[in-house]
């Protein structure tokens, strides 16, 4: 038998698994095991070992996680305090802006206007100086607040051509109800012409295999369809839901790891 994927991570689980029958002291053995369950769609299985790791000692990854899971399980006050705390504990370990993205959108969910606005306001800020390009993301803060002045500000700055046709259904929708149906037309428009190149370039290409070819093309006129379906329905005054996931947030527990982490570690502490 050929060892896949999902050989490693049934082993992988098996070892975790039993190391946590020792109960272990240090946290890490917590964290992994509570990723695996998610990567699983386990939830309530992940609250359990996560709230554990959190008790030994609370990182960014084990309160995101925990808070991930929350915000599956639809327990968004407790998934907004998760994030809240995961976002604290940013250091040069972690520097990702995630946590406190769905913290903001919790917040959002949960009708905290002034708390959620704040929170757009300062990940906009950090998102431009870290060079994250979460704009897009931030922007369906204030879409789910109705806030539909700051969503065409945010998303009237972007370049389109490095922004997914996911986040057109929020901005159209915004547009619409500002009466910009102008912009609607022009950026849909501009779009599909801008994909209906790019798949003939490539359908032309003697160096492109077919295969791809025929991907391609499948791809583009499914993204066409999917920007003219939208535009239609959002004339129809059909309002889109955000469908957010929150970030899984994993990093490197390899002990006396030079580049990650401490260079001498306590190797007694498991």
Known sequence: MSY???????????????????????????????????????????????????????????????GLCYYKKGRLPEAAE?????????????????????????????????EAKEAAKELLLLSEKEEEALEADIAEIYYILEDYEEVVKIYSKLDWEFYSEEFFPTYFYSLWKLSKTKEIEELASKTIQRKEKEMKEVIQDPDEEE???????????????FIKNTVKEVYWGKAPTVKYEPTLETRCYLYGCFRHTDANPSYFSI
Do not use: Q
Not at 30 to 57: D, P, R, S, W
Not at 212 to 225: L, N, Q, Y
């Open 4 to 66: 896949t994927w999902e050989i490693a991570d049934k082993e992988a689980f098996d070892i975790v698994e039993d190391l946590l029958k020792n109960k272990p002291r240090h946290y890490f053995p917590y964290n992994v095991m509570g990723e695996m369950y998610i990567k699983k769609e386990k939830y309530e299985e992940a609250i359990g070992i996560l709230e554990e790791a959190i008790t030994l000692t609370p990182s960014l990854e084990n309160l995101n996680n925990l």
């Open 82 to 114: 998760c994030f809240r705390k995961a976002h604290l504990l940013r250091s040069s370990n972690n520097y990702s802006l995630f946590p406190f993205l769905s913290y903001g959108i919790c917040l959002a969910h949960l009708g905290k206007k002034s």
């Open 211 to 225: 295969e791809f070819k025929v991907e391609c093309e499948e791809v583009t006129k499914e993204d066409i369809a």
